[in-house]
Structures are given as C-alpha cells and as structure tokens.
C-alpha cells in the first residue's frame, strides 16, 4: 500500500484539486493507492520549488497535498456488509474536518475512501477504524448471524 | 417489562448490564489499570476495551439468564467521555442492535448514574453530587431537566486526585483514588492547601499545582509524609465538595443528598457529606462500588426509563460525543 506522490496537478483517479494559479509548479498534488493487491502508480518526481523561494513555503502557497485512501473490505452477504457499514460511520472523524472518510455499500462489498491533507491524521484515521472493523467483524461473527428481519 | 442491555466504557472501565424493571439482573465489568505514577490514554483503553468487551456481553446475558431476543433494547454510552473508548463500545452496541434487530438508545453517561443513584437508594428527589475522574456537577431536577447548579470550572475532583497519586507513584490498583484513601487514614498532619470554591462552582488545578510543588519540597525536608499530604488534599477538596451541595440545597429547600460517581464511594467524603446533612435535617443517600464506579448496569437503567418514554436513537443519529452537557438531555420519564 504505497502511497505515490503525484506531481503536475493530478492526474492520477479521482483527482479533483487542481493546481492554485498561473505558474504554481504543482498545485494540490494528489496521490492513490489501493488495498488488495493493485500496484501503486508511477512516482512523479517532486516538483521543484518556485524561483525565489523554498519547497516548503511553496507547498504552503499552494494549499498542500491531497491524499487519498481507499479501502474495499468484503462480507460473507449484502446484510452484513450494511451491519458494519451502519456501525462503523457514525461517529464523526477527529480533529474538525482535517481528514474526510465515507462508506457505501456495494453489494456485500464495504467501500471506504479517505482524503486527508495530513498524511499522519490519515494514517491514524485508518489504522483506527481497522481496528473498529475488526471489533465489528469479531462482534459479527460472535453474536450473529441477522436476525431474520 | 421491558430488559435492557447496557454498555458503558467512557473512561477506564467497561462494563455491561442487564436491568428489568428496576432489578439488575447483570453487571460485570472490568478495568484499565495502568502502572504507578501513568495514567491512561485514548487509544490503549479503548485497545482494552476491544479485546474484552464481547467476552463481557456474553457473561451479562448468561448470568442475567436472557438470550439476544429477549432483550427489548440496547443502550450505550453516546458520551460525554474519550472519543476512542466511547467508539469501541458504541460499534459494539450497533452491530448487536442491528443483529438482533432491537432499537438503539445513546445515553448520557452522567444521567445513567444519577438513574441508578435513584433506583438503588430510592430517592425521590434529591439534590446529586456527581464526582468521579472526569466530572464533578451538583444536580438538580427541575421541569424535565437535570439542571447544573455547580460545577468544576477546570478539572474533575477524582483527576485531581488521580493526577496527585501519579506523582506519589500510588498504585492504580483497584483505582488511585481508592489507595489515597487508605493513605489517607493513616495522615496526622493537615498541611494547608488553597480552597477554592468560586460561588456555586469549584477549581481544582490550582490545588493539584500547589501540592504537587508542595510534595517534592516538603517530602525531601521531611517536614510531612506522604500519609498528611493525601489527608490533607482529600479534607480540601472533600469540605469544597460539602459547601457547594449545601448552597444548591439551601436554593433549592432539599432535604436530600445523593452522591454519585466513582469519587463517591470514599468513605471520608460520605462521612463529611453525612455530617452537613445532618445539620440541616437532611437525609444522605449514597451507593457502593458495584454502582458508583462507571459500570453497564446504570446505563441499561438510564436507558429502560429513556425507552418506556419513547425515546429511541436512530443509528444516524448514534455518532458518540466527548462533550455532553447534563442539561442536554430532555428528562421526560419524570414530571
């Protein structure tokens, strides 16, 4: 599960920042990645600072990066994957509105996507809620399965 | 006559309980418990809380003698409390819901200890002190609310005191407050701390600042023992506690106190709270461990009266929330 930094304004799916002003090197770079398997993109080299002034005070210019995460967890039917769906989103993520998360179902298939701008929030927010899906799973499998509706 | 299942962990406890028409039926609980001189943090409780939660609801339902079905409800702790413990009991409390197919209650976690307060005491309508780790408030009822008519301006009595064991390097074992008290008894000297009580409200930082610089002066020259300093920091806090009951009590004409909260079981404070009531010709009601200390039960209570009101939380609406004011809630079960 790398997480590659894309240069140059996105490019990469389901980029929708794009870059912030004529001459800006990157804008909001975004990078992908995907569990189960999917190889990573191809890095881009960093974009190099603007003339007169430094990566950071660039970065800062432009907004910082976008990061995205998506996560697709399977379940043994459709009424389990709607279980853990309506008990893990809930809870409202930490820290304002730093890091975003959302979940759908499709299927018997959790589909969870995260953007962050702050790849450390990000890396809590899902080692997190990975520890709350299992909890959920291990709930599940313990004192299921559904009642018959 | 409605069961209720009720799961708590806000803090360092977690717990879950079985209650029936006023008699509970299940209660078992356990505790984070931290080396000497730590305290516990979000993400290790709630680690905690994860890996014993659902041996916990399987020992509630087979000592209370239920299965899944005849559970009429479930309610859990919406807060206030930690946000990761608060949303590893809360996921819990969803899935069985949606399992089994019952409706969800959040309950407000100082609510589920005055709803317990009253049951076990039978109380009718009395005047509650609230302390414990993270909440000190003197409660009323008043017209379907649980008023706040004092309050800690800054931190709960009980992490004063559980802040003060970390640097005494006190035992967390069965909880700091329990070990300051048996330190306590054998204190001689009242070592003279800042009191302050603001009007109907209290601080205690100032306090917890002032006799953690007073402990590593006055330990080295040996003026006093670490016995005096907790004697004396419990008689502070413990007469504050006494006089802003007393001034809600006299505003409200009460001829009752209840006490509530994990600080609540310090038998030093009861005696002094008994003896305030007494003056006045009040009567005092307080409860033991089992229900004092953060437990399921309470919540399982708090929410039998919230659900034969009609209350229910959609799972929408079941997000938990570290701040959540007493007075939030609207009290409907009572006139």
């Known amino acids: ?149 | 006559m409605p069961a209720v299942l009720g799961l708590e962990g806000s803090a360092n406890k977690v717990g879950v309980g079985v209650v029936r028409d006023g008699a509970v039926l299940a209660n078992p609980r356990r505790t984070y418990v931290t080396p000497p001189g730590t305290g516990f943090l979000p993400g290790d409780t709630a680690r905690h809380h994860r890996a014993v939660i659902l041996d916990l609801l399987q020992e509630a339902l087979t000592e209370a003698g239920l299965t899944s079905q005849e559970i009429d409800c479930i309610a859990y702790t919406k807060g206030p409390g930690m946000g990761a413990p608060l949303v590893s009991v809360a996921v819990v409390a969803r899935t069985v819901a949606q399992l089994w197919n019952k409706p969800l209650l959040g309950v407000n976690h100082c609510i589920g200890h005055i709803e317990m307060g009253r049951l076990i005491t039978g109380a009718t309508s009395p005047t509650v002190l609230y302390v414990s780790g993270g909440n000190t408030q003197v409660i009323a009822y008043s017209e379907r609310r649980y008023r706040i008519f004092g309050e800690t301006i800054d931190i709960a009595v009980g992490n004063c005191l559980d802040r003060f064991a970390r640097v005494l390097k006190i035992s967390n074992d069965p909880s700091p407050g329990y070990n300051i008290e048996q330190m306590a008894k054998r204190g001689k000297k009242l070592v003279e701390l800042p009191y302050t009580v603001k009007g109907m409200d209290v601080s205690f930082s100032g306090i917890l600042s002032f006799i953690e610089d007073a402990a590593q002066r006055m330990l080295a020259t040996g003026e006093c023992t670490p016995e005096d300093l907790c004697f004396s920091l419990q008689e502070t806090v413990f007469a504050m506690l006494v006089e802003i009951t007393e001034r809600a009590m006299a505003h409200c004409g009460s001829q009752e106190a209840l006490i509530v909260g994990g600080v609540g079981c310090n038998l030093r404070l009861q005696e002094m709270m008994e003896t305030m009531c007494q003056e006045r010709g009040a009567r005092l009601f307080a409860t033991d461990e089992r229900f004092c200390i953060d437990n399921g039960a309470m919540i399982a209570q708090a929410g039998w009266e919230m659900f034969r009101a009609g209350h229910r939380t959609p799972l929408s609406d079941s997000g938990i929330t570290q701040r959540y004011r007493t007075d939030e809630v609207e009290v409907t079960w009572r006139d």
């Open chain 1, 1 to 149: 599960m790398q997480a590659a930094d894309a240069g140059a304004g996105g490019g990469a799916e389901g980029a929708d920042d794009g870059a912030d002003g004529p001459g800006s090197p990157g804008g909001a770079g975004e990078a992908t990645a995907a569990a189960l398997g999917r190889a990573p993109p191809v890095t881009r080299p960093r974009h190099a600072p603007r003339p007169g002034g430094d990566a950071a005070a660039t970065a800062g210019r432009t907004g910082g990066r976008t990061y995205v995460f998506a996560l697709c967890v399977p379940f043994p039917s459709a009424v389990e994957a709607e279980i853990a769906c309506g008990s893990l989103a809930p809870d409202a993520e930490p820290h304002g509105g730093v890091v975003e998360k959302q979940l759908t179902v499709r299927g018997s298939v959790l589909a969870v996507r995260w953007r962050a701008t702050n790849p450390r929030l990000l890396r809590i927010s899902i080692i997190s809620f990975l520890d709350q899906l299992s909890l959920v799973m291990r709930t599940m499998q313990r004192f299921g399965p559904p009642a018959t509706r």
